[in-house]
Structures are given as C-alpha cells and as structure tokens.
C-alpha cells in the first residue's frame, strides 16, 4: 500500500462526487457529507459505470447507469446483494487527505516474451 496525497479538505465539495483521476487505476471518488467522508474506486460494482457521474442525497449515493443505490459511507448496496462500492483506505491528517492506494504490480522484464 502506498500513501498519497489527495487534496486539502476544503477542497472537496459537499454532497456531489470529487473526482481524482490517477495513472493506470480507474480513478476515486470521494464523497463529503459534512466531517466525514469516504473514498470508492471510480467505478460501480453492477456494470461499471464511472460513480463520478451519481447522485448524493441524504446519504444515499445513487449511480445514474441503472439507479441502484449504495449507503455512504459503508458503500453497502441497497438495491440487490451485489458487492458494495470498492472503498478505498483515508486517512486526515490535520487539513490534508491521502489515500492508501495498492501499488501496481511492477513489470517483469520477461513479461513481453
Ligand atoms: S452500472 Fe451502476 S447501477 Fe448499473
């Protein structure tokens, strides 16, 4: 797991998705509802849809493709027994966010043969 820093807190808006594209990953999203927050991959567990384009209300995330519903910040489907939201590790320390990213596997020169 590798440490990275995200944004500041005040950075992040409230109740819509902050999107934070990263190299060779799908992205995160985090979402803020007042003190606390959560961080998922960029993607909604059904059929993929990029969860920067859903919808927060009330605590309830909701992805646009097909309208299933994930309870933040658990990221628990509420809709079937499909698998949560893939949450993402967050730390805050003092005004800053970092996330615990895997690190991709590094390449093997012999891979290409
Ligand atoms: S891809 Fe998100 S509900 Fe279908």
Known sequence: MKKRFLCTFQQLKENSPNLFPIPQHPGVVV??????????ENRCPHAGAPLDAARFHKGVITCL??????RFPSGICMTDDTPALRKIPVEIQ???????LEE???KHPDDDH
């Open 31 to 40: 979402f803020k509802n007042g003190e606390e927050v959560a961080v998922y």
């Open 65 to 70: 493709w097909h309208g299933w519903k994930f």
């Open 104 to 106: 991709a596997p590094e």
């Open 94 to 100: 003092e005004n800053y966010v970092f996330i615990m």
